[in-house]
């Protein structure tokens, strides 16, 4: 786009030179003239229902015109429809329909402007409603078709106005794709030049969009099935009843026919300036492919395009030499077919050389109205005066009409008016107005005065001088000093009075005059030439070819006119620069790091100024990487030949020659001066420019000697120094700069004392740096008074007012001149203390800890300083309660800035307060104010200050404590809320009681049993009530006990309890002595000698009985025990046996509580035993037995 911009540039300037030249001739809105049509709506108004209807109709005359308006050839009274107005001084029309309906108006519109000199016309103004109809409401069957035939699908859109824009979409709004098998016709049909099994799907949708009222309607889906013929066989019966089925015979290949259009030809007419669109779709298989040619001639190059896969042929702004025969042309491998589409060109009427112009004639003069147009068939052309046919207008002896000319001769005052020419056949009409305005006015020159005109050296210049007069008047041009008029070579005098210079050349450059005459009078003007160096690349950047992922570096120096401000735009393949921070652009440069390959192309540089541009090319090549040994990476080699150019005063153009870089990319390049004359032998960076560049352009500061030197950094570090460059020296200037941060305060309270920040030795720009340090009062008509100081940076001012106001200024000079006009900065002299304290000080008691303090503040004049705050000093003088004792404690507040309030927060309630205030400055604290009191109120008490638990039992426990150390007013009792807590920390009900204010000690009785209560006690006061205290207690079960030892001794329901427990431990005894007794009498021994397993046998998990034992089961020890070798067995005092239960007749119970002992005599040994029980606990069942046995 960039590139058709420039591509036109001359285009546009040659049609600005003819613009020039044949421009009609305006009339000066300040002399009388008839109207003229400035502004009207198009012919074709088609308005929106939803917003008002708006036909313009604006023109201009001397004096201003009236407007009307007829509809449909009759008057259309605006002032007769509320809905409708006016605009004032235009003759718009705004019809507001919200008011009205908008069919009430549609029809043919047309303004008349009229004035006393002549009526223009507008054209007629169709005005049409905006129409989106509904589509009609159709059901679909699904449409079952053969692999490989044709198909279309309808879209038959509702018509619209204007008509809608078709396309096909799915059910997630995608556009269908199409492609040279699939395509969109023209009237909006979805044609297939053969189908496929994926063209199966049940969304195929035709969406209009109706452009005027902004909405999309939707036809209802239609449903493809694409089979082959098996599956159409096997499917026919699920699609008998609601499908339609298409083509069941099998399909083969087969040459294109035309779907459309129809047959072997057909015509088409286009009228000339549209656009002509014809379209040849195809059917085959396989898909045919259609090409264009024109049976007559060529097709129009530029005019012509191809879509919708070269069905469409499409050719805009059609001319006559577009007439012809068209031939489309459908082949493929099994053929080919033919249409030819004969198009004829209409043309609705044009003009020939232009719309007629408008007549300004003197009396006596004569002049010329044209209105020549042509069209196909040839137009007709009518004439009108004034708005009505020029037949019925009032004869007129100057004036003759001859077909499309109106001749007039020897014109006089009266023969003023507008003519429309109406030119008209079947296609369409022109209808223009031209005034015909008989004045006599001397020559006036519209061309500003005094303008200046650049152009470049070597280009065409223009200078216009365009003027008004009747007679018209006539142009002379003179240069400098009017030595002679300009009518020969190198000068053009154009008719319009312009003056062209065909080359430009600097010894043109003046002051040029151009003079209007005519019979009336002179008038001249003067207007200037200058002209320019032109633009030029004189470093064009040259092709590249780069490694992938290193950098690239395109120059682009440029040489142009000091007073032209060049602008440089780079392009890659004529299209801007991708948004990518690898592309750098600088004034004279482009650097693209980290190369890829698609950044391979044409790059393009592009240098414009206002009056002309330049540019160059270069191709950038990307190749892969060489790669190197990873071992052979290293720092740069210092750059070499370092050269200064292009030397100014501030300013040198540094280039060099980069070093090796060692495998690694050199990523930028820093420079670094030396200053010999200030600080030899330091080196400063100065700046820093990419890797990719060889050229920096320094900006130097005068009266430095510079040298200079480049270091390369890459990513393993940084280069040695280059080689130092030949010294530089700038000569020296006045300071470009004063000194920063200007103040101006005082230390003692009579004196100035200003400071600056002193410039640096580089700052200076010169020897001989000191500063004028300028100081006045700050007030009307006072005078500067001016000191110099050299080598210091600040200054005293003595014996000034306290506190008063002075502007101050400091001046760099050195020996070459001074430096800018310093800024103003506004200081004050020393401060003292404030002579006066706050007036007028009061205190409001906003609640019990909080007052808000108000007072008139210290005149600004009497602080004597900047106002840094208010300070209060409080202090409470005594509580108001008896309890509390005094405190005189001063406190101080502060509140920074110019304060006549505050607030004084963290008071003690019930309290009686003194307090004053006083302002302050730098300098200390002023006089204070009077002292004022106030009180607080009653306020919320402190917790009390002990809680302690007495004399606790199993339902009762006492609460003793003492009253709030702050009491903040009058207790007027206490609050004790309590609740259990029982061993999981879960909170029992809470209890809540109201004691009186001179208890300090409660008793509460009837308490249930709880391992720990929970206690809350807080004070009141006619405030509320205060924070409370709370305790949490623990009842020792041992203490509550003791406590009420006696008691339950002697209760009734103790003693049965005891005898109860008594008789059921003697029950227990009896049934344990009968078991065993029972269980003495069974017989073992038998068995016991008869077993010869030595073994321990277990219980039978069967019968619940004991199993039988060894001989020798009693000579075995225990486990765990320890037999000595006497073989008997002595068991250790923590061992358990058969034998303890055996010397003893008492029964013995498990943990368990399971019933074990001995069912047999006491022995004197364990030899001798006759019946031992087994170490297994007795089975339910035996013990049972053992029961009966015994009874």
Same mark, same amino acid.
Request: charged share 20%; proline share 10%.
């Given at each position: 786009m960039m590139m058709m911009e420039l591509r036109h540039l001359d285009a546009a300037l040659l049609v600005l030179i003819l613009g020039h030249l044949s421009s009609a001739l305006e009339v000066p809105?300040?002399?009388?003239?008839?109207?003229?049509?400035?502004?009207?709506? &198009?012919?074709?108004?088609?308005?929106?229902? %939803?917003?008002?209807?708006?036909?313009?109709?604006? #023109?201009?005359?001397?004096?201003?015109?009236?407007?009307?308006?007829? *509809?449909?050839?009759?008057?259309?009274?605006?002032?007769?429809?509320?809905?409708?107005?006016?605009?004032?001084?235009?003759?718009?029309?705004?019809?507001?329909?919200?008011?009205?309906?908008?069919?009430?108006?549609?029809?043919?519109?047309?303004?008349?402007?009229?004035?006393? @000199?002549?009526?223009?016309?507008?054209?007629?103004?169709?005005? %049409?409603?905006?129409?989106?109809?509904?589509?009609?409401?159709?059901?679909?069957? &699904?449409?079952?078709?053969?692999?490989?035939?044709?198909?279309?699908?309808?879209?038959?859109?509702?018509?619209?106005?204007?008509?809608?824009?078709?396309?096909?979409?799915?059910?997630?709004?995608?556009?269908?794709?199409?492609?040279? *098998?699939?395509?969109?016709?023209?009237?909006?049909?979805?044609?297939?030049?053969?189908?496929?099994?994926?063209?199966? *799907?049940?969304?195929?949708?035709?969406?209009? *969009?109706?452009?005027?009222?902004?909405?999309?309607?939707?036809?209802?889906?239609?449903?493809?099935?694409?089979?082959?013929?098996?599956?159409?066989?096997?499917?026919? #019966?699920?699609?008998?009843?609601?499908?339609?089925?298409?083509?069941?015979?099998?399909?083969?290949?087969?040459?294109?026919?035309?779907?459309?259009?129809?047959?072997?030809?057909? #015509?088409?007419?286009?009228?000339?300036?549209?656009?002509?669109?014809?379209?040849c779709i195809a059917e085959g298989l396989p898909t045919p492919e259609v090409s264009w040619t024109k049976v007559s001639g060529d097709l129009p190059g530029r005019r012509a395009s191809f879509l919708h896969f070269n069905k469409t042929l499409r050719i805009v702004n059609v001319s006559e030499s577009d007439a012809g025969d068209y031939r489309c042309t459908a082949r493929n491998q099994l053929g080919s077919a033919q249409h030819t589409i004969s198009v004829t060109v209409k043309a609705a009427p044009y003009w020939i050389s232009g719309p007629p112009k408008n007549l300004v004639l003197a009396p006596g003069e004569s002049g010329v109205l044209t209105c020549r147009a042509s069209g196909t068939p040839k137009p007709s052309i009518m004439w009108s005066r004034n708005g009505g046919p020029i037949e019925n207008s009032p004869k007129d002896i100057s004036r003759k009409v001859e077909d499309d000319t109106i001749i007039f001769t020897d014109v006089q005052a009266d023969s003023s008016a507008v003519y429309q020419c109406n030119i008209s056949n079947?296609?369409?009409?022109?209808?223009?107005?031209?005034?015909?305005?008989?004045?006599?006015?001397?020559?006036?020159?519209?061309? &500003?005065?005094?303008?200046?005109?650049?152009?470049?050296?070597?280009?065409? #210049?223009?200078?216009?001088?365009?003027?008004?007069?009747?007679?018209?008047?006539?142009?002379?041009?003179?240069?400098?000093?009017?030595?002679?008029?300009?009518?020969?070579?190198?000068?053009?005098?154009?008719?319009?009075?312009?003056?062209?210079?065909?080359?430009?050349?600097?010894?043109?450059?003046?002051?040029?005059?151009?003079?209007?005459?005519?019979?009336?009078?002179?008038?001249?003007?003067?207007?200037?030439?200058?002209?320019?160096?032109?633009?030029?690349?004189?470093?064009?950047?040259?092709?590249?070819?780069?490694?992938?992922?290193?950098?690239?570096?395109f120059e682009c120096r440029v040489k142009h006119d000091k007073d032209l401000l060049p602008s440089v735009i780079w392009l890659k393949d004529d299209e801007e620069l991708p948004d990518d921070e690898r592309f750098i652009v600088e004034f004279d440069s482009l650097s693209i790091t980290d190369v890829s390959e698609r950044d391979a192309g044409t790059y393009k540089c592009i240098?414009? !100024?206002?009056?002309?541009?330049?540019?160059?090319?270069?191709?950038?090549?990307?190749?892969?990487?060489?790669?190197?040994?990873?071992?052979?990476?290293?720092?740069?080699?210092?750059?070499?030949?370092?050269?200064?150019?292009?030397?100014?005063?501030?300013?040198?153009?540094?280039?060099?020659?980069?070093?090796?870089?060692?495998?690694?990319?050199?990523?930028?390049?820093?420079?670094? @001066?030396?200053?010999?004359?200030?600080?030899?032998?330091?080196?400063?960076?100065?700046? %820093?420019?990419?890797?990719?560049?060889?050229?920096?352009?320094?900006?130097?500061?005068?009266?430095? @000697?510079?040298?200079? %030197?480049?270091?390369?950094?890459?990513?393993?570090?940084?280069?040695?120094?280059?080689?130092?460059?030949?010294?530089?020296?700038?000569?020296?200037?006045?300071?470009?700069?004063?000194?920063?941060?200007?103040?101006?305060?005082?230390?003692?309270?009579?004196?100035?004392?200003?400071?600056?920040?002193?410039?640096?030795?580089?700052q200076s720009n010169g020897p001989g740096l000191h500063y004028k340090v300028s100081w006045r009062p700050k007030r009307p008509g006072s005078d500067w008074t001016t000191v110099t100081v050299a080598n210091n940076s600040r200054f005293t001012v003595s014996g000034t007012p306290t506190f008063s106001p002075y502007e101050i200024k400091v001046q760099a000079v050195n020996d070459h001149g001074d430096g800018p006009e310093p800024a103003v900065a506004l200081g004050y002299s020393g401060e003292d203390l404030p002579v006066s304290a706050p007036t007028n000080v009061r205190a409001t008691v906003v609640n019990s800890t909080l007052a808000e303090l108000h007072w008139d503040p210290v005149p600004l004049h009497l602080i004597r300083g900047h106002v840094q705050g208010y300070k209060v000093y409080y202090w409470r003088r005594h509580n108001l309660h008896k309890h509390n004792p005094d405190h005189m404690e001063k406190r101080i507040l502060t509140f920074s800035g110019n304060h006549s309030h505050g607030m004084l927060p963290g008071l003690h309630p019930f309290s009686h307060y003194s307090f004053n205030v006083r302002v302050f400055n730098k300098k200390g604290d002023g006089p204070r104010s009077t002292t004022q009191q106030?009180?607080?109120?009653?306020?919320?008490?402190?917790?009390?200050?002990?809680?302690?638990?007495?004399?606790?039992?199993?339902?009762?426990?006492?609460?003793?404590?003492?009253?709030?150390?702050?009491?903040?007013?009058?207790?007027?009792?206490?609050?004790?809320?309590?609740?259990?807590?029982?061993?999981?920390?879960?909170?029992?009900?809470?209890?809540?009681?109201?004691?009186?204010?001179?208890? !300090?000690?409660?008793?509460?009785?009837?308490?249930?049993?709880?391992p720990r209560y929970r206690f809350y006690l807080n004070a009141r006061t006619s405030a509320g009530a205060g924070p409370a205290f709370s305790l949490e207690h623990a009842v020792k079960l041992e203490e509550a006990v003791t406590s009420r030892q006696v008691d339950i001794a002697t209760q009734g329901w103790f003693i049965g309890l005891m005898c109860a427990i008594a008789l059921l431990i003697l029950v227990l005894l009896i049934i344990c002595f009968i078991q065993r007794n029972k269980g003495g009498k069974y017989p073992v021994k038998e068995k016991e000698d008869a077993h010869t397993d030595p073994e321990f046998q277990p219980m039978k998990d069967d019968d619940c009985t004991f199993v039988e034992y060894s001989d020798n089961e009693d000579h075995k020890p225990l486990k765990g025990s320890r037999t000595p070798s006497n073989g008997t067995v002595k068991r250790d005092d923590s061992d358990d046996s058969l034998v303890d239960y055996g010397e003893g007749g008492d029964g013995q119970f498990n943990e368990d509580g399971s019933f074990i002992g001995q069912y047999s005599g006491k022995s004197s040994s364990r030899d001798n035993a006759e019946g031992q029980e087994s170490s297994g606990a007795p089975s339910p069942i035996n013990a049972m037995n053992s029961l009966n046995s015994f009874v």
């Open positions: 809105l300040d002399l009388p003239q008839p109207p003229t049509i400035t502004h009207q709506s &198009p012919k074709e108004y088609i308005m929106d229902p %939803r917003e008002n209807i708006i036909i313009h109709c604006d #023109a201009k005359g001397k004096p201003h015109p009236s407007f009307s308006w007829t *509809r449909n050839g009759t008057h259309f009274d605006v002032e007769q429809d509320p809905s409708v107005m006016m605009r004032p001084h235009s003759g718009t029309l705004v019809v507001d329909l919200s008011r009205a309906r908008p069919e009430n108006f549609e029809g043919v519109f047309q303004c008349t402007a009229r004035n006393k @000199y002549g009526s223009a016309v507008s054209n007629n103004i169709v005005v %049409r409603q905006s129409k989106s109809p509904l589509w009609s409401k159709e059901k679909f069957k &699904p449409i079952v078709v053969q692999e490989g035939v044709s198909l279309v699908l309808p879209c038959r859109p509702p018509a619209g106005l204007p008509p809608p824009i078709i396309f096909w979409m799915d059910n997630n709004f995608q556009k269908l794709p199409q492609s040279k *098998r699939v395509s969109q016709s023209l009237n909006g049909d979805l044609y297939f030049s053969n189908v496929r099994r994926e063209d199966s *799907r049940n969304d195929y949708i035709c969406y209009a *969009r109706f452009t005027h009222t902004q909405t999309i309607q939707q036809k209802q889906p239609i449903t493809v099935k694409v089979l082959n013929l098996d599956a159409i066989n096997d499917t026919m #019966a699920d699609y008998y009843n609601d499908t339609e089925l298409l083509n069941e015979a099998p399909v083969d290949e087969r040459k294109p026919t035309f779907l459309i259009p129809s047959g072997h030809s057909s #015509a088409k007419m286009v009228l000339r300036g549209h656009v002509l669109e014809m379209e079947p296609y369409g009409y022109l209808l223009s107005n031209a005034f015909v305005n008989v004045l006599s006015e001397p020559p006036r020159v519209l061309t &500003p005065a005094n303008k200046l005109y650049q152009v470049i050296e070597n280009r065409p #210049a223009l200078m216009d001088c365009s003027s008004f007069g009747s007679p018209i008047p006539k142009i002379t041009w003179f240069k400098d000093s009017r030595a002679s008029t300009l009518d020969g070579d190198p000068y053009i005098l154009h008719d319009n009075g312009t003056l062209e210079i065909q080359v430009a050349q600097p010894q043109h450059k003046g002051k040029y005059t151009c003079v209007a005459t005519n019979m009336l009078g002179i008038y001249e003007n003067h207007v200037y030439l200058e002209t320019k160096e032109p633009t030029r690349i004189i470093k064009q950047p040259d092709d590249k070819v780069v490694q992938r992922g290193r950098s690239v570096l240098v414009n !100024t206002t009056l002309d541009h330049d540019l160059a090319t270069a191709e950038l090549t990307v190749v892969e990487p060489t790669p190197a040994p990873a071992d052979l990476h290293g720092r740069p080699d210092p750059p070499t030949d370092l050269e200064l150019t292009d030397q100014k005063k501030r300013s040198v153009q540094l280039t060099w020659i980069p070093g090796e870089e060692h495998n690694s990319p050199i990523e930028e390049f820093v420079i670094q @001066y030396e200053d010999s004359l200030h600080r030899r032998g330091h080196w400063h960076d100065l700046a %820093r420019v990419p890797g990719t560049k060889t050229t920096a352009h320094l900006k130097l500061s005068p009266h430095v @000697y510079y040298t200079f %030197r480049v270091l390369a950094r890459n990513a393993v570090g940084l280069s040695e120094p280059s080689s130092p460059s030949r010294m530089y020296k700038t000569d020296p200037a006045a300071p470009d700069q004063n000194p920063k941060d200007v103040r101006g305060s005082g230390t003692e309270h009579n004196n100035l004392v200003i400071t600056w920040q002193p410039l640096s030795g580089l106030f009180k607080t109120p009653e306020g919320e008490p402190g917790p009390p200050v002990s809680l302690s638990v007495t004399d606790p039992s199993l339902d009762s426990l006492t609460l003793a404590w003492s009253p709030p150390h702050e009491h903040n007013g009058h207790i007027t009792g206490y609050d004790l809320k309590y609740q259990p807590v029982n061993n999981s920390n879960e909170l029992g009900p809470e209890e809540e009681l109201a004691l009186a204010a001179n208890e !300090t000690s409660v008793t509460l009785k009837n308490l249930k049993y709880s």
